[in-house]
């Protein structure tokens, strides 16, 4: 059965240093997502991206975030400058179909990311 | 905004014991309710899901209704194992991003 795939599964950063976090959607999906739940906190919407565009993003996804898909199976999530408080769970999710309300999220397992 | 309230954790069952876990939801429009497990080093998995009112979601066992009148989309499963040992998350979509709940520590033993 096709999955979501994310890498790496552990990333150790010092803080003020960049990020790059993986994600390889399933192959025919359209719309990509990144949620993070930090340590303890309720899983959060950070961003949805379909067409290569940004297609929704909450108060988190600040100007430090930004997103990606440089060829036809990967999507990044890029921290520019990390904070301590961006350690967290990232996760990757995706679509088949147009993004409503009805279509089922795929997630992967997830990126730790701790910022020393 | 749209917001899921969920049953505070953690829950331990002995096997064959009867779960419950209760949801309800706070939204402007017509969201679609969905119950996501993630078992332990793994990520997020879509257990059921139900996208109108009175639709039953159900899987392994599993079943939950989506309740309008009272905003609710609860969890039961009849008879757990150990192998649902596990944390459960009640979520909603009224767009085409999800919302989740603080999640909920289920330990079944054996």
């Known amino acids: 059965e096709p999955e979501v795939t994310q890498t790496p599964s552990h990333q150790v950063t010092q803080m003020g240093q960049e990020v790059i976090l993986r994600c390889v959607p399933i192959s025919n999906h359209l719309y990509f997502y990144w949620y993070r739940q930090i340590l303890g906190q309720k899983v959060e919407f950070l961003v949805s991206?379909?067409?290569?565009?940004?297609?929704?993003k909450s108060e988190i996804f600040d100007d430090q975030f930004s997103v990606e898909r440089p060829d036809g199976s990967n999507f990044t999530l890029k921290i520019r400058s990390t904070k301590l408080e961006d350690s967290a769970m990232y996760f990757c999710?995706?679509?088949?179909?147009?993004?409503?309300?009805?279509?089922?999220?795929?997630f992967g397992p997830g990126t730790r990311l701790t910022v020393l | 905004g749209d917001s899921v309230t969920q049953m505070e954790g953690p829950v331990t069952l002995s096997e064959e014991a009867f779960l419950t876990i209760n949801c309800t939801y706070t939204?402007?429009?017509?969201?679609?309710l969905f119950w996501y497990v993630q078992y332990p080093g793994e990520g997020l998995q879509l257990l059921l899901k139900?996208?109108?009112?009175?639709d039953k979601g159900s899987n392994k066992g599993f079943e939950a209704t989506y309740r309008k009148e009272t905003t609710s989309f609860h969890l039961e499963k009849g008879s757990v194992q150990v192998s649902d040992s596990a944390v459960y998350f009640c979520a909603l979509s009224d767009s085409y991003k999800l919302s989740f709940g603080a999640g909920t520590t289920v330990t079944v033993r054996a």
């Open positions: 999710a995706s679509t088949r179909t147009s993004g409503t309300s009805t279509d089922t999220q795929y």
């Open positions: 939204a402007t429009g017509y969201p679609s």
């Open positions: 991206f379909y067409n290569n565009e940004i297609s929704e």
């Open positions: 139900a996208t109108k009112a009175d």
